[in-house]
């Protein structure tokens, strides 16, 4: 893959699931540690413009746990903004109440050169998500916050196409409602999420919709699909990153901590 390391470069990260104490395990993994490790991997790559948490900070929703992740993200000192959303184990309000000072942003739309990056809310009420009608309103060109001439990377936390496993359960209830704004919004040129603690690329030709769905691997654990419910494979944590190009087209890889 031509990564053609002068294209705008943003890093994805997800599912840090941390408890109120650093040296707290989730099943089998100190998901402190790998979170500290995906970010020194982040940090030692010159080329970031932005990195964006897709949700899920917290496993044991204390309040803890969201100030060891802001003392963690600030720690390295990043040059470059952390924006973030909410996944469905985390409060709105706690994020933003400790994301906050450098290098954390609370923007939810993002231009950088010819590209706009989407933050979706989808959090509900349940572990499943769902969009409101007031955040799909904000991938039609028309919304007074999208930039009608530049092209769109949607990210958000739960996944919009199921994948297989377990995790399905706790998908997108309005998939097809979301899909629908997509396909009316030709800027659109991908999506991102988080939820699924795997890294795949769903492509048009085998999922029917118009743009891809990348999902993003865990900083925490990746998720055993041949289970019923949540069990870790021993997988080393990872991260996204997307290629923005000038014309529209956009890639992407996975990366795994060694």
Same mark, same amino acid.
């Given at each position: 893959m031509n990564t053609a390391l002068n294209y705008p470069t943003v890093a994805q990260i997800s599912d840090s699931h941390l408890f109120d104490d650093p040296v707290k395990c989730h099943h089998g993994a100190n998901v402190y540690d790998n979170l500290s490790r995906v970010l020194a991997a982040l940090k030692a790559n010159s080329k970031l413009s932005c990195i964006v948490f897709t949700g899920d900070l917290t496993q044991d929703h204390s309040e803890n746990s969201y100030q060891l992740f802001a003392q963690l993200v600030k720690s390295y000192n990043f040059d470059v903004p952390f924006y973030y959303v909410a996944g469905n184990h985390d409060d709105p309000y706690l994020m933003d109440r400790y994301l906050n000072g450098k290098p954390f942003k609370v923007d939810k739309s993002i231009n950088i050169e010819n590209w706009q990056l989407v933050l979706l809310d989808s959090k509900s009420e349940t572990p499943a998500g769902d969009v409101s009608a007031q955040e799909l309103q904000r991938l039609n060109c028309t919304y007074s916050n999208i930039d009608t001439e530049l092209f769109k990377l949607v990210m958000m936390h739960h996944h919009a196409?199921? #994948?297989?496993?377990? !995790?399905d359960r706790h998908g997108l209830n309005n998939s097809a409602e979301f899909w @629908?704004?997509?396909?009316?919004?030709? @800027? !659109? &040129? /991908? #999506? $991102?999420? /988080? =939820? #699924? =603690?795997? /890294?795949?690329?769903?492509? +048009?030709? *085998? *999922?029917?919709? &118009? #743009? +891809? @769905?990348?999902?993003? +691997? $865990?900083?925490? !654990?990746?998720?055993?699909t041949q289970a019923n419910t949540v069990c870790a494979t021993g997988k080393e944590p990872g991260y996204r990153l997307f290629y923005l190009k000038p014309n529209g087209y956009l890639t992407s890889q996975t990366f795994y901590i060694e």
């Amino acid at each position: 893959m031509n990564t053609a390391l002068n294209y705008p470069t943003v890093a994805q990260i997800s599912d840090s699931h941390l408890f109120d104490d650093p040296v707290k395990c989730h099943h089998g993994a100190n998901v402190y540690d790998n979170l500290s490790r995906v970010l020194a991997a982040l940090k030692a790559n010159s080329k970031l413009s932005c990195i964006v948490f897709t949700g899920d900070l917290t496993q044991d929703h204390s309040e803890n746990s969201y100030q060891l992740f802001a003392q963690l993200v600030k720690s390295y000192n990043f040059d470059v903004p952390f924006y973030y959303v909410a996944g469905n184990h985390d409060d709105p309000y706690l994020m933003d109440r400790y994301l906050n000072g450098k290098p954390f942003k609370v923007d939810k739309s993002i231009n950088i050169e010819n590209w706009q990056l989407v933050l979706l809310d989808s959090k509900s009420e349940t572990p499943a998500g769902d969009v409101s009608a007031q955040e799909l309103q904000r991938l039609n060109c028309t919304y007074s916050n999208i930039d009608t001439e530049l092209f769109k990377l949607v990210m958000m936390h739960h996944h919009a196409i199921d #994948v297989g496993y377990f !995790i399905d359960r706790h998908g997108l209830n309005n998939s097809a409602e979301f899909w @629908l704004q997509v396909s009316q919004n030709p @800027l !659109i &040129k /991908g #999506v $991102a999420c /988080g =939820h #699924v =603690h795997r /890294g795949l690329d769903l492509m +048009p030709e *085998t *999922t029917g919709q &118009k #743009v +891809p @769905l990348y999902t993003c +691997p $865990a900083t925490s !654990i990746e998720f055993d699909t041949q289970a019923n419910t949540v069990c870790a494979t021993g997988k080393e944590p990872g991260y996204r990153l997307f290629y923005l190009k000038p014309n529209g087209y956009l890639t992407s890889q996975t990366f795994y901590i060694e």
